[in-house]
């Protein structure tokens, strides 16, 4: 192992904006030997999340930044490839926070074993089986406390987390409208996915549209994008509505800071809530949330769909724009090829 390398992908600056090729420096080192106690990974799947925008800011939020020179902070999924830990063997299949690199040392705290199989390939633990679908499954139940008949609306209902929320609300017989981009992603969550509705907010007015769809108002409101859209949603709440503060995708790449809701004195009006939540507050009860979707995608009542690109980690800087041009079509992942 050790004649080979570790390609590396480091933060180089903060960016300004859109993150741009200035921000990334590509490095290499040998590949690391396990010291006592601790693993070696070789990483074959790098989660691709919105919140790495956030992770590259300076400032106060709910995890450090990235320093500037540190590999690139990312979720991934990896084989274990030298052992020094009991809890670990070589062959073992691993998820966790990885890096953008090819090897990662560790001492395998915060990592997770899961156990592909020929129906379940490895990057669906990085999609509905993995922090995912926890997000979807405790913003929209425990948050954002979703009842049989409720009328859900879902933004980035195409993306990673959007598809799996308004596959949930059906599963609990809710009514669900999706807003996202485009014709194709329209046709995929109302067809393949059993989403009541769609609004394509590029080419329609999503004001209006939701007039159309939620006459009696919008229960719950699952919002991955803020901006524009939480305007317009908030401006149809039911009474006593919860709003699911999830992210806000639309502003993370904002010069000049982000804009936020104008339409909030609706809340006001009808005794609504909006309520913000972190995953990980939920990891003690990962398990069970992991139970129950596992048995509804074996059912087929849930699908999952990964948005696979396949390159080394020297893409990674274009392949994670892809998620704010609109590029993918459920979670998206770099698998890494090796020569
Ligand atoms: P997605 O797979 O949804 O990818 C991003 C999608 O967002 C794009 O495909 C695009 O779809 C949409 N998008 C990008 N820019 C805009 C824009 N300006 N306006 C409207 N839509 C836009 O990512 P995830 O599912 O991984 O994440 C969804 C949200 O959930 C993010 O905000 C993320 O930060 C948040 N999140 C929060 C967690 C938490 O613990 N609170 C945990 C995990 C994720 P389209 O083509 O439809 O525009």
């Not at 030997?33 to 790098?46: A, D, F, L, N, Y």
């Not at 979720?75 to 274990?80: A, D, I, P, T, Y």
């Not at 507050?281 to 990962?286: E, T, V």
């Given at each position: 192992m050790s004649n080979e390398v570790n390609h590396q992908v480091r933060l180089a600056a903060r960016p300004q904006g859109t993150p741009g090729p200035e921000v990334w420096e590509h490095t290499t080192e040998p590949?690391?030997?396990?010291?006592?106690?601790?693993?070696?990974?070789?990483?074959?799947?790098?989660?691709?999340?919105?919140?790495?925008?956030?992770?590259?800011?300076?400032?106060?939020?709910?995890?450090?930044?990235?320093?500037?020179?540190?590999?690139?902070?990312?979720?991934?999924?990896?084989?274990?490839?030298a052992s020094r830990n009991t809890d670990f063997a070589v062959g073992d299949t691993v998820t966790g926070v990885l890096g953008v690199q090819e090897y990662v040392e560790s001492d395998g705290r915060g990592l997770q074993k899961v156990s592909p199989t020929a129906d379940v390939p490895p990057e669906r633990y990085l999609a509905l089986l993995g922090m995912t679908g926890m997000?979807?499954?405790?913003g929209l139940f425990d948050v954002g406390a979703l009842k049989e008949g409720d009328t859900v609306v879902v933004s980035g209902a195409a993306g990673a987390v959007g598809s799996v929320v308004g596959q949930l609300a059906k599963v609990k017989g809710a009514r669900v409208v999706g807003i996202a981009g485009g014709p194709e992603?329209?046709?995929?969550?109302?067809?393949?996915?059993?989403?009541?509705a769609a609004i394509d907010y590029r080419s329609e007015n999503v004001s209006q549209r939701l007039k159309e769809l939620a006459p009696e108002g919008v229960d719950v409101y699952f919002d991955n994008v803020g901006g524009d859209i939480l305007d317009a949603v908030l401006g149809r709440l039911a009474m006593h509505a919860r709003v699911v503060i999830c992210g806000a995708i639309s502003q993370y790449n904002a010069e000049g800071g982000m804009t936020g809701p104008k339409n909030y004195m609706n809340l006001l009006v009808n005794r609504a809530r909006?309520?913000?939540?972190?995953?990980?507050?939920?990891?003690?009860?990962?398990?069970?949330?992991?139970?129950?979707?596992?048995?509804?995608?074996?059912?087929?009542?849930?699908?999952s769909r990964e948005d696979v690109v396949d390159g080394t980690v020297a893409d990674f800087p274009e392949v994670f724009l892809k998620l704010f041009r609109g590029e993918n079509t459920g979670k998206l992942v770099l698998r890494l090829n090796r020569a």
């Open positions: 590949v690391p030997e396990p010291g006592e106690g601790r693993i070696v990974v070789r990483i074959s799947h790098i989660s691709l999340d919105p919140a790495m925008r956030g992770w590259m800011n300076e400032g106060r939020s709910y995890a450090p930044p990235v320093g500037i020179g540190e590999v690139m902070r990312a979720l991934g999924l990896g084989e274990v490839v997000t979807a499954y405790f992603k329209c046709a995929w969550i109302t067809g393949e996915l059993g989403f009541d909006m309520e913000g939540f972190l995953v990980g507050d939920y990891l003690p009860r990962w398990g069970e949330a992991g139970t129950e979707l596992a048995g509804w995608l074996a059912e087929g009542r849930l699908r």
